[in-house]
């Protein structure tokens, strides 16, 4: 597989077409050799991701997600965008603030903790009126499957 090829898919804020991104990030990361447990790590994260906007991002309307897949030689870059409402990143959720057993920053939700421990990297962007960014970054960390990704 060529290095820096991209998937991009674009759906309606609905929840039955998550399951489309996810069939597609499965797709992707079998091409990419990635092993069983990590394609479903893979799959979660970027359901997660999509939920998370397909809930929060267009509140009483219908809007558009924008997942882009980048695939490199040793890893998988999934970026899950919308033009939605957006939040502080630095503001709690409501509700944190009344409630010690909850983390702090449950602003950005329990969801980005969970999408950290299911991969490399998560980085997020968001800003209020102008939506949210999640790019999601999963290494290849077998020789075999880094051969079989490279450019012959």
């Known amino acids: 597989m060529h ?4 998937v991009e898919i674009k759906i309606p804020s609905l929840s039955e077409y998550v399951g489309v991104v996810r069939l597609a990030a ?10 069983h ?3 479903e790590d893979i799959k979660i994260a970027v359901s997660e991701a999509c939920t998370n906007a397909v809930q929060y991002a267009y ?21 899950v965008k919308d ?3 957006g939040f502080d990143i630095n503001r709690p959720a409501s509700g944190s603030e009344n409630n010690p057993d909850l983390p702090e920053k449950v602003g950005l939700g329990l969801g980005i903790t969970f999408m950290k421990s299911l991969m490399d ?3 997020y ?3 209020i009126g102008r939506g949210t960014i999640v790019k999601l970054v999963k290494y290849v960390y077998s020789t075999d499957a880094i051969e079989a990704n490279s450019i012959n």
């Open 121 to 123: 990297e998560v980085e």
């Open 83 to 85: 033009n939605g409402r």
């Open 125 to 127: 962007d968001s800003e």
């Open 37 to 39: 447990e990590e394609i």
């Open 59 to 79: 509140p009483g309307k219908l809007g558009e997600i924008e997942i882009v897949f980048v695939v490199k030689k040793d890893q998988l870059e999934v970026i």
């Open 3 to 6: 290095e820096n090829q991209k």
């Open 26 to 35: 499965s797709g992707i990361a079998n091409r990419l050799k990635f092993n």
